[in-house]
């Protein structure tokens, strides 16, 4: 008999045993075998979250959000691949009509994605937020567009921190029944630093992969790290009196800045 999962009280994450884990990886949704390993954490961090808020979220919410997090990773994997402007316009055209409920005749969308909408639009529909979760997607292809062309330090910023934010949108949209007003606010907060860690994490890759123009030097860093500083100052109020808060905090990011990203060298 499996040994059972035990969950550790100072997080509310579930300890999966050694033996278990090709089966916990397995019941994850919308896990495919190209997921980049840095998603696998986020369903983790946010039971931490919501518990740390008094929240608990019911299963088929949990379940909700890791379906919205898988299918941002694969979007976010098969844009990056795609060379050409024209090509992503017709890769975003296709998401938001997959969204919608449609599906065009000439359509020759990834299976792996199209299963993953397939879901994200039954999700929205039975949210009764369709139409909201489209024009929020719909700006953040607009948004990714912009942040991959743009060579000055300030835009490349400006559309990091509406990215981390939008992002942050749609998993309120999902789950935002069950959650709190302290907690949404706190989520948005979090949102721009959270983007700007990944930002920094990732650029030198994204950069070499030609998914960014913009080159990231020493004065590039520091001042992305000078905004992400200043922004997780805002955090703190939220964090006085809530150590379990600041206990997911700390390491995650130190783990975020320190992680290996997307391949990056």
């Known amino acids: ?3 059972p999962a035990i969950e550790d009280e100072s997080t509310g994450i579930l300890l999966i045993p050694e033996q278990m884990r090709p089966i916990f990886a397995a019941w994850l949704p919308s896990v495919g075998p190209d997921t980049r390993p840095e998603y696998l954490r986020l369903p983790g961090d946010l039971a931490v979250l919501t518990k740390s808020f008094g929240i608990t ?3 088929r919410a949990q379940c909700d959000a890791a379906i919205l997090t898988f ?6 994997r098969l844009l990056d691949a795609l060379p050409e ?3 992503r316009e017709q890769f975003g055209a296709n998401i938001l009509l997959r969204l919608r409920g449609g599906r065009p005749a000439n359509e020759n969308l990834n299976p792996e994605l199209a299963a993953r909408l397939a879901q994200l639009e039954e999700i929205a529909r039975r949210r009764g937020v369709r139409d909201k979760f489209c024009e929020v997607v719909a700006e953040m292809l607009r948004n990714c567009e912009a942040m991959r062309s743009t060579r000055r330090p300030s835009e490349f ?7 981390g934010r939008l992002m942050v949108e749609l998993l309120l949209l999902v789950i935002g029944e069950w959650t709190t007003p302290e907690f949404d606010q706190f989520m948005r907060c979090v949102a721009t630093p959270a983007s700007f860690t990944d930002k920094l994490r990732d650029a030198a890759g994204d950069f070499q ?4 123009a913009i080159k990231p030097t020493l004065t590039f860093r520091l001042g992305l790290c000078w905004l992400l500083f200043w922004r997780t100052l805002r955090l703190l109020p939220f964090c006085i009196g809530n150590w379990r808060l600041v206990r997911w905090g700390v390491p995650a990011m130190f783990s975020e800045l320190i992680g290996g990203g997307k391949g990056e060298v």
């Not at 299918?71 to 976010?76: K, L, T, V, Y």
């Open 1 to 3: 008999m499996a040994t």
């Open 57 to 59: 979220l019911p299963w």
């Open 71 to 76: 299918s941002i990773e694969c979007a976010d």
């Open 85 to 87: 402007v024209a090509c």
């Open 157 to 163: 910023a400006e559309c990091a921190a509406l990215e």
């Open 209 to 212: 992969r030609g998914e960014i």
